[in-house]
């Protein structure tokens, strides 16, 4: 079956270097994927896209890397603070539906 | 905020009670979905309303009765519950199911507890 998965469930860096959070899919027919932050006791925000006719896509401080090839999607975060310690989803898209992965917590240290 | 508001914020219930959990969404969205939370596992999608027409229904116990009366308002309503039916309970809109972002703007959920 489909599925969507995080390579670690958690993540520890220090305040101002770059984070990498990385994700596999199953699913080679996914076109469209996407990164969720979710803070505690808040509900996922979106932070940044990508659709499968790209590599790379980048946003503020967040770069999102997709290769199709080994199916394998990551999020860069550069110069990660404080205020970037949440839990980060990937979710993939197929059939009109969001397929979410486990989830990989990130904490800042200072 | 996201536009999408959630009540309560927690809720403790007995697994014989029967209390309904509400979403409202302020985006002008026509889509709206309830989620699944618990610890260690990814998000479940439970239901899909389009156009306030149920159009997804991830295989859910009948204990967890979803309505829609419009395309803002979103309730589950929930009886006879399992405590390991506790956890947090998401509500979610986008503007349309087949959209071409698929972008879900989520609530802060309700965190729920059964006892």
């Known amino acids: 079956g489909e599925s969507v998965g995080l390579h670690l469930p958690t993540l520890s860096v220090q305040e101002g270097d770059n984070s990498i959070i990385n994700c596999a899919y199953s699913n080679s027919a996914s076109d469209y994927f996407i990164w969720y932050k979710q803070e505690s006791g808040k509900g996922p925000q979106f932070i940044i896209d990508i659709r499968s006719n790209m590599d790379k896509r980048q946003g503020q401080r967040v770069t999102v890397l997709l290769n199709k090839t080994v199916k394998h999607l990551s999020l860069q975060i550069a110069a990660t603070q404080p205020g970037d310690s949440a839990v980060y989803f990937c979710a993939d898209l197929m059939g009109g539906k969001l397929i979410f992965g486990q989830g990989t917590e990130l904490s800042v240290k200072p | 905020e996201t536009g999408v508001t959630q009540t309560p914020r927690h809720l403790v219930m007995g697994m014989t009670n029967k209390k309904s959990l509400k979403c409202e969404q302020h985006?002008?969205?026509?889509?709206m979905y309830w989620y699944k939370q618990s610890a260690k596992k990814p998000l479940e999608l439970m239901f899909v309303y389009n156009f306030k027409e149920q159009t997804e229904n991830n295989s859910v116990p009948s204990r967890f009765s979803p309505e829609c009366p419009n395309s803002s308002h979103l309730f589950l309503h929930l009886h006879t519950l399992q405590p390991e039916d506790s956890a947090l309970y998401l509500c979610a809109s986008s503007q349309e199911t087949q959209g071409v972002t698929g972008e879900l703007f989520f609530g802060e959920g309700s965190r729920l507890t059964v006892l």
């Open positions: 985006l002008g969205h026509n889509a």
